[in-house]
């Protein structure tokens, strides 16, 4: 895997107050999740020492509990890594969280995804050169090339990407962020059924 310079640094204007995100069964599941993305390597760490991949569910609203920033490293997270954002604007790139950490570079992304289709429970987003080669060559949806992750134009090209798709789970290729896939969908098992499905059958093919 390669990464460009800027990856995981959190581009959006962040409010965050101390607190932490209270232990629940929905984020138990996130975090088992997350483990076993992060033994497939779709979650990690690259050699410069900068992590990749985040998951978030929702909360009320589209409020929603979120991975922490520079937490890629770790194969399971405490519930303290984990932080609620409690609001966004995605015209100003602004995220107000709570926690005791700041909240993901990738929070923009999750909160436009859970704006834009409110049957929307789970966002994960991971790193692969395999999937993201193979999927950007195929008729799978994507944000174009020229788009940055974590900017207002990200968030509203993945707003009208997931406007024009009611199916659920539905998986895109971030074309602008290198290696960069998010899936998202109604509850978290179906989403990492899609991604663990996916990187299967491409390791295979």
Request: net charge negative; proline share 3%; with cysteine.
């Amino acid at each position: 895997m390669s990464t460009g310079l800027d990856e995981g640094s959190i581009k959006y204007t962040s409010v965050r107050r101390d607190g932490e995100v209270p232990h629940s069964a929905r984020l138990d599941a996130l975090n088992r999740a997350r483990t076993v993305l992060h033994d497939l390597g779709l979650i990690g760490v690259y050699a410069n020492g900068v992590g990749y991949g985040n998951l978030s569910i929702r909360e009320s609203g589209d409020q929603f509990i979120i991975t922490a920033s520079a937490t890629g490293a770790d194969r399971c997270l405490r519930h303290q890594q984990y932080c609620l954002v409690e609001s966004f604007a995605l015209e100003l790139n602004l995220v107000v969280c709570r926690g005791a950490m700041d909240a993901s570079s990738e929070s923009m992304t999750h909160g436009a995804i859970y704006q834009a289709n409110p049957a929307v429970n789970c966002v994960i987003h991971v790193h692969s050169r395999v999937m993201f080669d193979a999927l950007l060559a195929t008729e799978l949806p994507h944000t174009q090339a020229d788009i940055p992750y974590g900017t207002p134009a990200m968030a509203q090209a993945v707003v009208g990407l997931v406007q024009a798709r009611s199916q659920l789970p539905v998986l895109f290729v971030m074309a602008g962020h290198d290696e960069g896939i998010v899936a998202y969908g109604s509850d978290v098992e179906s989403v990492l059924a899609c991604l663990v499905e996916t990187h299967q059958h491409l390791q295979e093919s």
